[in-house]
Structures are given as C-alpha cells and as structure tokens.
C-alpha cells in the first residue's frame, strides 16, 4: 500500500508540474501575441507596400468591438482607420499611434421594391467582390465602380468613382460609431459632403467608425456608357446589349488591362486627382495644347491628370524604386523597398513639373498617413 501511494504521489506531482508548465507556456504565448498585435507591419496591410511599423493595431470584427475601439482611441495620440489600404500611403517608418483594421464582413438585403432594392454591406466586405455579387443579382448601379480595390467602408470616404459612375450616387446611409462619445448613429447621404473624390472624412471627423453602409440599386438596368473606353469596347466587340454582369466583367477587363496589379506591381491607385480649371484658363491652355484631354462640366473644365503627367514625360519612367506607370501615367508604383518619404518627393516633383509647364496644380488623390 505505501508503495503505491509513493507512485501515486509521483505521479501526481509529475501532472502538477506538467500543468504549470503549460500555464506558463500559455501565458507566454499570450505575452507574444500581445507584443505581436502591439506593434504590427503594416507592409502587407498597404498596396504601395511601404515599410511602417505601427505602434498599436487592433481589429473590428463586429459591434461587439466598440468597447474595444473606443478604450484604443482614448489612449492613443492618435489613430487611423485603416480598410483595404488600397489608397493609403505611410510617409514615415513607425506610425505613433493605433492602427483600427476593419475586419467586420456580411450584407444583406433590408427593402425591395418593384425597381430597387436596398442593401445594407458591414465594411470590411471587399469592394470588388461585394460590386460582383450584386451584379450576379441583377442589381445594377455600381457596374461602373467593378474592380477597384479596397473595401466597402472605404468607398464613402474616398466617394470613388470611375467610367462615369461615383459611389455617392448610390448611397442611402453610412451607420457609423463614435469613438470619442461611444454613440451609434445614421448619416444620410446628404450629410456626407460628398464631392469629387472627397467626403466629410476625407479631412475631419476622424473619430467617426463607418462600419455599415447602405446602398440602393436598381432592379432595371440602364447602362451609363459615357466613358470613351467602354464605348470602344463594345464598338470593336460588336455589342448591342449587356447585362450588370456583363458590364461588370467588361469594366474589369478594361481595368486589367490598363492598371497594374498591386500583388504584382505595388501601387496606390490613381494617386492624383483629376484637376478642375475655369473656361477661360482651359481656352487658353486649349491655344496652347490643342490636343490637350478634358471633360466638361457645368461651370468649369475638369482636365485629364494622366494626360498632363504624360506631357511632362514621366510616363513609364522609373526615378530609382518609384514611377509612373508605363500604360497608366496616373499610378505611380513601388519597384523595390519605397520609403514614405521617397514616395513624397517624387509626387512633389511631378506636381512641381506640370505646373510649370501647364499652369495647372495637381492635388494627391491617395491618402498620406503621418
């Protein structure tokens, strides 16, 4: 009996050291993962696949996380809000404050009518992928907009826009949460100040969270087959009637084939703006540069940025591990290991070039994070 109780007791005190060990394990691993989620990367998180290291980086999954966000807002310097990253660019090696990533997914349906339908989408659903699920659907209204890259939360702030088409157009509501005050709250397409390329987050209101976004599409399809490409394409294809989904795939081609992919080829998208002159000035630039590319709108000229830098010869030319991409000379893209700051000078240069040659002021269309 003794003997075994001497067996006994060694084998319970072997479990028992066994078990704290793998409490002491599990603490340091914890202890890791919170140093990891501490200061994160954020290369992979950014398309132009700049080097920055944040100081702090937490993620939304769902309104269960507000508590979270809000305690990280309060305690940071400061924070940005980071979607796809499709737009951004960090301009310095470290980001001294907390990185929110959106990571909330889902959507669904939430009125029907004859001709429409509203569609409420979380926003960390990808944009692309969201825009091609509604075309599927026979949902129409956002054909134009296939293929951007990026998520949905992202499309209010940006108001993006391409081959005639602007999200702004087909937005009902954002809901978004207040970090500062811990309030939920609905704001109407109105209210978002949109306008080209620009919202009211664009420059302020930073410590709103959008994490849905509410879209009406249209049930009967009517093409907006403004745009010079996609007429081309339909022209030289030879066809007469396309469905959502077939202008979606035919937006994406005509993407594809001009844009690089950020997987392969790191990139910010479009990264100026299209600039806006008045008729006087644009008469005599048109004196100038007969063949000079332009839109009209009511009161003034909106001019091509690509055409303007292509002038100016900075297409498909390369300044050390930056240019300008040689089939779009509004992208610019990272060849190698861009800093921030590389990123700066050059688009300086660039901006700096096409004014003194046109007269004309270029602004940057990616968002700069300091």
């Known amino acids: 009996m003794k003997v075994f109780c001497r067996k006994y007791d060694k084998m319970l005190l072997f479990l028992q050291r066994k078990i704290i060990l793998k ?10 993962n919170i140093e990891n989620m501490a200061k994160k990367n954020l290369k992979l998180l950014n398309t132009f696949a700049i080097d920055c290291v944040a100081k702090d980086f937490v993620e939304f999954y769902s309104e269960n996380d507000f508590e979270k966000i809000d305690k990280a807002y309060k305690e940071s310097q400061k924070v940005h809000i980071l979607a796809g990253g499709s ?4 301009l310095n090696e470290e980001f001294e404050g907390t990185i929110i990533k959106i990571e909330n997914k889902g959507k669904k349906i939430i009125s029907e009518e004859v ?20 075309c599927l659907n026979g949902f129409s209204g956002l054909e134009n907009l296939a293929a951007i890259p ?18 702004s157009d087909r937005i ?8 500062k005050t811990s309030d939920n709250y609905r704001i109407m397409n109105a209210d978002c100040e949109f306008d080209y390329r620009f919202s009211r987050w664009k420059t302020s209101h930073k410590e709103e969270l959008i994490y849905k976004v509410v879209f009406l599409l249209d049930k009967v399809f009517q093409p907006q087959l403004d745009y010079a490409a996609i007429r081309s394409y339909l022209e030289e294809n030879k066809i007469n009637e396309v469905s959502p989904l077939q202008m979606c795939e035919i937006v994406t081609e005509i993407r594809n084939s001009k844009l690089p992919d950020p997987e392969i080829l790191p990139n910010a998208g479009s990264f100026f703006k299209n600039p806006t002159i008045s008729q006087e000035q644009f008469e005599d630039l048109k004196q100038r540069f007969p063949q000079i590319v332009s839109f009209s709108q009511s009161n003034a000229v909106k001019l091509s940025a690509a055409w303007l830098i292509e002038q100016c010869g900075f297409k498909g030319k390369r300044y050390d591990c930056l240019g ?4 779009q000379a509004l992208v610019m893209v990272n060849y190698g290991d861009a800093k921030g700051k590389d990123v700066l000078n050059f688009a300086n240069l660039v901006i ?11 602004e940057i269309e990616a968002h700069l994070i300091k």
């Not at 737009?87 to 960090?90: D, P, R």
């Not at 209010?156 to 826009?161: A, C």
């Not at 009902?172 to 949460?177: C, F, G, P």
């Open 352 to 362: 700096e070039t096409v004014k003194e040659k046109f007269g004309v002021q270029l």
């Open 115 to 134: 001709d429409s339908v509203a569609i409420e989408v979380n926003s960390g659903e990808n944009w692309a992928e969201f825009v091609r699920w509604a």
């Open 324 to 327: 300008m991409h040689v089939k």
């Open 87 to 90: 737009n951004t660019v960090f």
């Open 172 to 179: 009902l509501w954002v809901e978004v949460h207040n970090m």
């Open 150 to 167: 990026g998520q949905v939360g992202a499309s209010p702030v940006q108001n993006i826009g391409a081959y005639g088409m602007q999200v």
């Open 23 to 32: 409490q002491s394990l599990c603490k340091f691993v914890r202890r890791k």
